[in-house]
Each structure stands twice: as C-alpha cells, then as structure tokens.
C-alpha cells in the first residue's frame, strides 16, 4: 500500500474519531444539563403567615448550630453494633435529641447532597461531576437560587461557616466569619477535623464571638470511609471525637438557654456510605443518612431507648426526607420557605406550636410554597388528582384535617421529586447523530478493509463485529449494566473458545497454554466481588486483606520482585544501559557488566521504594503490618528519623507517616519516571529499538502497582500469566507465517475481553459509589485537581491500561513476552515501515467496538430518558463509557501508543 494511500486512511480515521469523540461530549453536554430553577426568592404567602413575627411573636429558635459530619451513615448514630456516640443516645434517651433516618437522593456526593439541604430541592447529576471542580472554580454557586442561608441572612442574621469549602464556593461572600478546608485529601483524617473544632472556643464563647447561625461541616469521618470502609479502626475514635464535639455544643445551648437564647443544633450526614467506604450511587448505606435535631428545650419521649440493634436497611427512628430540613429550619427560625424547596415540614416538631389552628396554618404555608412550585411547572390539565386536593384545601366551607394537609404535601413531593430533567434536546440529537455518522462510517471503512483483503480469514472480522453488538445491546435493560461483570466473564470464554477454534493450532504443547489460560482467568474472575446487586465475603481479596494479611503481604512482595525481574530479563534496558558497549567494534565486556548493574540497581531502587511506600500506606490506612515484614517498616521509619514508640491512634504519629507517604511516593514516582526517561534517550543513543515496546510495558507496570489497592497488586501475577499464557498460543499459529491483520483483530478481541474483565475483577462497577479514592493522592500534599484526576483514572484503569499497552507487546514484540531471543527477529517491530499500518488497523477495530457500542448505549439513554433507574443506573454507565471511549480508546490506545512506536523509537 502507497505512503499517500496509508496517510489517507489515517486522515479519513482521524476524523472519526474526532466526530465520535464530539459527538459524545454533545450528548452529554445535553442529557445532563444545569438545573432549571425558579428565579428569585420567596416571600411570605400574607399577613396572616404562620411565620411571620406580627402572627405569633418570637421564633421558636433564636440561634441555629448545623453540624454536618460528612458520611455520617445512619448506624454511626444509632446502631449498638456500630455506634460509639453515648453521649447522643443520652440526649435522645432524654428527650433532648429527635433522631430520624434522613433519605439523602443520589447521586450522594457532596456538591449535590448541600444544594439539596440548603435549598430543598432534588439534585441535578451534572452536579455529580462539578464536585470535582477546582478550588478557585465558582461555577457551582447558588447566586441566585433561593436557600434557608439566604432566607436567614435576609433577616440581619450573622452566619459563620467552618468546614469542608465547598459550602464557600456554593454561598461567597454570605457568610461572616468562615475558615474552608478541602473535601478532597482523602489520606488526612486528623488535621481536616481539627481545622475545624479549633475555632470553637472563640465561636462558643459569647464573649469573643457574635453569630445567629453556625455550620460546621467535619470531613474525616468520611476520609476514614474511603481509605479504610465502615469498619476501619480509625471509625471508633472518630466517632468519639464527634460525640465529644457534641457535648460541647450541647453545654454551650444550654448555658444559652440560662440567659434566655434558646438553641437548636442539628446533628446529620450529608450522605452515607457503602460497605467499601464509598459513595455517589443508591445503596440503602448511602442513601440512609443520620439526622438529629437537639435542644434543651425539646422534651421528646416517644423514641426507643438508644443505641437500637443492627439494622441491614440502615433505617432507624422515623424515616424522613433529607429535604425536609429546609421548611424545618423556616419555621423553627421564622423565615419563608426557599421557592424551589420540595421538602415538608417534619410532623414531630408542630408539637411545639400548642394550638390546633397554628399548626394547621404552619403546614399551610409549606402546602402554598410547593403549590406555587407546582403551578409553575404543570398546567391545570395534568395531573388531576393534585388540583382536586388542593382546591378542597382552599375551600373555606371544608375543614380540612392537619393529616389532609400532609397527605396533599407528600403527594406533591413525590410527584415534583420524580420529575424529569429538561434535556436540551438539540445536543442531545446533534451528539447521536454524529455519533451514529461515525459508526456508519467506521463498519463502511472496516468491511471494505477486510473483505477487500482475501488474506484474511473472514470469520475473525465477522465474528468481532457480531461480538460488539451483541454487547452492545445489553446497555438497554438496566440490570445488565448492573451487572456488566458478568457478560464479560460469558464473552472472555466465549472469545477464547472461537479463537480455539478458528485461529489458534490445538496441540499438546498448545494445551498445557490453555489450561494455564483458563486458570488465570477463573483465578481473575474470583478475585474480588463486581456486581451492584449481589456481593459476597467469599472472595481472594476479601480473606487476603481481612484473614490473611501476611499471605498477601507475601504476595505482595514476590508481584514487585516479579516485576523487577521481567523488567530486567525481558526487554532492552540491560542494552541501553551498557551506553558504551559495542562488540563489533572491540567494546569491552567490563562496560557490559557496568551496564548490568546499573539497570540492576535503577530497577531495584524503583521497585523498593515504591513497594516500601505501599508498605507505609497499609499502615497508616490503620492496618496491622504483619509481623514478618516490620523489619521493613521499622528501617524506614528509622531512616526519617521517626521515634519507634508508636501507636495506630496516635495523631502526631500519623501525621509523621503521612508526611514520609508523601515523599516516598513523590520519590517513587521520580524514580519510575527517571527509569522510563533514561530507557527512552539511552535507547536511542544506543540504537536499541528492539525491546522497547516490552519495556514501556514493564516499567509502567511497577506506576500501576503503586496506583493499585493492596489486596489488588497480587492479581498482577495473575495478568502476568494470561499474557504469557496468550502469547504463547499467538506464536504457535506463526511457524507458517504471520498474517498480521489475524493477529491484530484476534489480539483486539482478546484485550478487549481482559481489559473490561480487569476492570470489574479489581473490585470496580459502573456506580461512581465505587470509584477509588484511596490512591488518587498518592504524593499530593494539597489538592491539584489534574493531579487528582490523573492519580484517580490511573488507580481506577490500572488493569485497562495494562492492557492497553501490553497488546502492542503481543502484536510488535511477543518473542520478549516468552523469553525466546530465537524469535527476536521476526518480531514485527523490527519492521518500522509496518508500524503505521498496525496501530491504523488496530485503531479502527477498537473505534468499531467504542463506536457501536456509543450508538447502543446513546439510544438507550434517549429511550430510557423517563425511566425511573435513569440517574441511578444509565447516567453512571455514561460517564464511565466516556472516560474508556476518550481516556482509554483515544489517550492510551492511540495517543500514548504513538508516542511510544513513533517518538520514543
């Protein structure tokens, strides 16, 4: 094929890829769009408000305390297994506490989960992905949204805030004294916390501080989830802390109470958590949120003694929408409720108005504000029901119950909760059309391609073409996608027992390669629980983290020896190193061995640190360093000069690890990277372009070890074995010749499988509640959100983009995979003018599978745009096939590999 012809075709794909990548970005640019809110802010329905301060005289409340410990599950307040909060189950055994299960709606991030308890409404998903957003970023704020922070200040009242910042980017400039922390450093579970509390004793002295509101919002109990779940052994202390800071905002409502201020402080959780310390999705732990409002005033003795037993559905005491705060707090502090609240006043607390017609009045008010807020959206056409009601309710020859009331507010909550986004429909369509224009476009190009080229056996392109689709179609049922671990288990088996047939040569040498294979993807598929439906105790990572942590440390370190080795003993290192050996013209063996020992010693100082950073990690997560392997620690420790009289609760303690994780992993980092950088220039002063592929893979293995959780890093042996195992069958169907478009497409299907396979054997699924925090900071001292997001896709696509790489390993550079220097020189790397043509060909098929594959799930989401799993479910699977469609298809498989065939050579 002509150079013209070959740079056409790259130009025309190019192209496509572009218009799938637009074309994606489109669509979601339209399916989640901002919020549509009503302008302005509320006001009083009449004079006659229940809230008005001519009707009833002084609020209930005089000054208000919100205490929000973010993640504050449920059973961290209320359960006699999991809480340790004594000094709360006193107050609600006094009647001094009001205790409620909160339901947070997903997505149970932060940014949404605040929008939603400071202005009543549901939240948007977009809000999802602005969590993220950078630290000087705004975009989030709720200028001119109506909220009870706004209500509240529009009364001259002061509010201080002291906390996780995101509430600073939501209200600028509407509070008085304030002090942010970031949400983000998930590996702090101290100093986040104690950047708080040490404002209290300026904020709880009347003397020296003057406010009507205070919010404090505590980030470690959260940051302890994630690094370490529900069951870390930091959650008991933590936990204490909390009870404590409670106690002290307690005494001080009640010193209040003596000079005539009355004081309520409200005790919740933004957000739960599920079983792995997680959150985002719609798990009962991370919906079920706690929710306690305390005063001295309150005398409530209708709640069962604290702490309850267990519960597995995380529901405790009544059960209350999280929104309910926002008409709560207005009446209890005499404001009007925020016009796009959809929450209802919570029933318990009318007790303290004392006459029949006050309370009715109160719900009044809340049945005319969500009223207004339906009226704006629906015509008195729809939905019958709920105009009925309400003019019933206005008629003033009926006498309607405080319980009809209640049952019209419900009945509009439900109704304007569940309510559908307003697409922007005009991306929406302008995103699947360019979509479907490219997948078009890309099977038009790729069956010309193979049935146009008669050295191909056409069942290999056929069957991958059948294979994507019929993948594709499971983005349409919801619990396929749930569930999406499982097709791939079926396909993986599927793919490899087509390629048996159809390409592979079956022989006895051949089997013993296939039972190896087969092991090693039995032993991947059991590693860890993938689903979001069913999990279970009983997997490898499970007793090797929970059981057994010295076996897994062992395994720990025989994977970072391992990869050590084959870096050493695989590629062309040793040969770049030895910059001035040359045989054929008399180089002398002593700079051969020099250059052994220097890639010996770069590669073993790599791996050392990095595997002793894991190890300082591990600890400081709060785990027990099996005793075999202290002697590691207690050097490293020794050699930062750190005293060895050390406890796991100790916070200074803590804090010096913390400081040595930063730097051994900054070290590492510089380290792998050195290595990788020396191979490439070496290489090319050298000439050594054979090996290069192979050692780019292994190089970058040793960055994905250390972005990978420790119950994870073993699997690589496993990933190690497939690969070897793979391999070795490619070049057995090779001792006749290489029809290299076979082995791209067979290679394609196969990486594929296993990259996806991977993915969901790591532990991850398509809900945000499992994307890993617990490395995305490995060598960060402060929050960079392109570091973060970098550190978060790696630690997250570690075993994708193993994969990634290691299919241009099997295709360029196999005889270095199996070790057998025999078959170097039919490796196709050696044959540069062949290396446009691959990666174009290989590039193609990957686009083929991303391209369907977007028009199926692009379909589905417009199709699905109603169904009630549309945010919980189909949203999630978006974002999660963009980041492989663009991180993975278009900046690892093309970018990256690029850079590598075409700038490291």
């Not at 894991?614 to 420790?637: A, E, R, S, T």
């Amino acid at each position: 094929m002509s150079s013209l012809s070959l740079t056409s075709r790259w130009s025309f794909q190019l192209v496509l890829i572009v218009t799938h990548i637009v074309g994606l970005l489109f669509f979601l640019k339209g399916f989640f769009p901002s919020k549509v809110v009503l302008p302005g802010f509320n006001e009083f329905s009449d004079e006659s408000s229940p809230f008005a301060a001519n009707w009833r005289g002084a609020p209930q409340f005089d000054k208000f305390i919100v205490m929000v410990v973010d993640a504050m599950r449920s059973d961290f307040c209320y359960s006699k297994e999991r809480s340790h909060m004594t000094f709360l189950h006193g107050l609600i055994n006094d009647g001094n506490a009001i205790p409620f299960t909160a339901f947070s709606n997903p997505p149970t991030v932060t940014l949404p989960r605040l929008k939603g308890i400071t202005t009543g409404g549901t939240p948007n998903f977009l809000d999802a992905i602005l969590n993220i957003a950078d630290d000087n970023d705004n975009s989030q704020g709720l200028f001119n949204q109506d909220s009870w922070i706004h209500q509240y200040s529009k009364l001259g009242k002061k509010i201080n805030f002291f906390g996780d910042d995101t509430w600073l980017k939501l209200f600028p400039d509407q509070f008085g004294e304030t002090e942010g922390t970031n949400s983000f450093f998930v590996s702090d579970f101290t100093e986040v916390d104690n950047n708080v509390t040490r404002h209290l004793d300026v904020q709880l002295d009347p003397a020296k501080s003057e406010w009507d509101g205070l919010i404090l919002h505590y980030l470690g109990l959260d940051h302890i989830g994630h690094k370490g779940g529900p069951d870390s052994v930091f959650m008991k202390s933590k936990q204490q802390e909390m009870d404590t800071i409670l106690k002290r905002l307690y005494s001080y409502a009640q010193d209040s109470e003596k000079t005539g201020e009355n004081v309520i402080i409200v005790l919740m959780g933004d957000h739960g958590m599920n079983e792995i310390g997680n959150h985002g999705a719609s798990s009962a732990g991370e919906t079920n949120a706690a929710l306690s409002f305390i005063s001295p005033k309150f005398s409530h003795k209708g709640s069962p003694a604290a702490p309850l037993d267990d519960k597995n559905d995380y529901s405790y005491y009544s059960f209350v929408n999280q929104i309910d705060l926002v008409p709560t707090l207005a009446g209890l502090l005499n404001f009007p409720i925020p016009k796009n609240s959809l929450g209802v006043i919570i029933p318990e607390f009318l007790e303290l108005w004392k006459k029949d017609d006050q309370k009715k009045k109160i719900v009044k008010e809340n049945c005319k504000q969500l009223m207004n807020l339906f009226k704006a959206k629906h015509s008195e056409t729809e939905h019958s029901s709920i105009w009925q009601q309400w003019n019933k309710l206005e008629d003033k020859a009926v006498d309607s119950t405080i319980e009809e009331h209640y049952k019209f507010l419900l009945s509009v909550q439900e109704l304007l909760a569940t309510a559908a986004t307003n697409y922007n429909y005009e991306d929406i369509y302008l995103g699947f059309g360019l979509v479907v224009f490219s997948t078009l476009a890309v099977l038009i190009v790729y069956n010309y391609y193979f049935f146009t080229n008669s050295t191909v056996y056409l069942g290999l392109p056929i069957f991958f073409e059948l294979f994507t689709i019929a993948y594709s179609i499971h983005f349409h049922g919801s619990s396929l996608i749930e569930e999406e671990h499982q097709i791939w288990w079926l396909f993986t088996i599927l793919s490899c027992i087509f390629l048996g047939v159809t390409y592979f040569q079956v022989n006895r040498e051949a089997t013993l390669y296939w039972i190896l294979l087969s092991v090693g993807l039995r032993t991947l598929r059991a590693w860890n629980n993938s689903g979001q439906k069913y999990s279970s105790k009983y997997t490898i990572a499970s007793y090797l983290l929970n059981q057994y942590p010295s076996i897994l440390w062992l395994l720990i370190v025989v994977t970072y020896i391992g990869t050590a080795i084959i870096t050493y003993i695989q590629g062309g290192i040793v040969d770049s190193f030895s910059l001035f050996n040359d045989r054929k013209n008399g180089g002398s063996a002593d700079f051969q061995q020099a250059g052994n020992l220097f890639a010996f010693m770069s590669i073993f100082i790599s791996s050392s640190i990095s595997l002793s950073f894991k190890l300082c990690q591990y600890f400081n997560d709060g785990h027990k360093i099996p005793q075999w392997i202290n002697w590691l620690f207690v050097w490293i420790l020794r050699s930062y000069g750190v005293d060895l009289k050390y406890s796991i609760n100790d916070a200074a303690f803590k804090f010096k690890v913390q400081d040595i994780n930063i730097q051994m992993a900054r070290l590492s980092n510089y380290a792998i990277l050195g290595l990788l950088v020396s191979r490439a220039v070496l290489g090319k002063i050298r000439k050594v372009r054979s090996g290069l592929i192979t050692d780019v893979v292994n190089i970058a293995s040793l960055f994905l070890l250390q972005q990978t959780k420790y119950e994870n890093i073993p699997i690589f042996l496993v990933l190690f074995l497939i690969k070897f195992s793979f391999t070795k069958l490619v070049i057995s169907t090779q001792s006749h010749g290489i029809n290299i478009d076979q082995l791209i497409i067979a290679t394609t299907i196969f990486t594929i499988c296993v990259q996806n396979l991977s993915f969901f054997s790591f532990g991850n699924t398509n809900s945000l509640a499992t994307v890993d925090l617990s490395n995305a900071y490995n060598g960060v001292k402060s929050y960079d959100v392109f570091l973060v997001g970098l550190l978060t896709f790696v630690s997250n696509f570690a075993a994708p983009i193993y994969w990634s790489l290691s299919s241009f390993q099997i295709i360029l550079e196999p005889s270095r995979i199996i070790l057998d220097t025999s078959l170097q020189i039919k490796d196709l790397v050696n044959f540069q003018f062949l290396r446009k043509s691959i990666l174009l060909v290989k590039t193609m098929a990957s686009l083929l599978f991303y391209s369907i594959s977007a028009t199926n799930l692009v379909g589905s989401c417009i199709n699905l745009r109603f169904h009630l799993f549309i945010w919980t479910v189909f949203s999630p699977k978006l974002l999660f096939f963009a980041s492989w469609s663009i991180l993975m298809n278009f900046l690892v498989d093309l970018v990256i590999a690029f850079v590598i065939l075409f700038i490291f050579y």
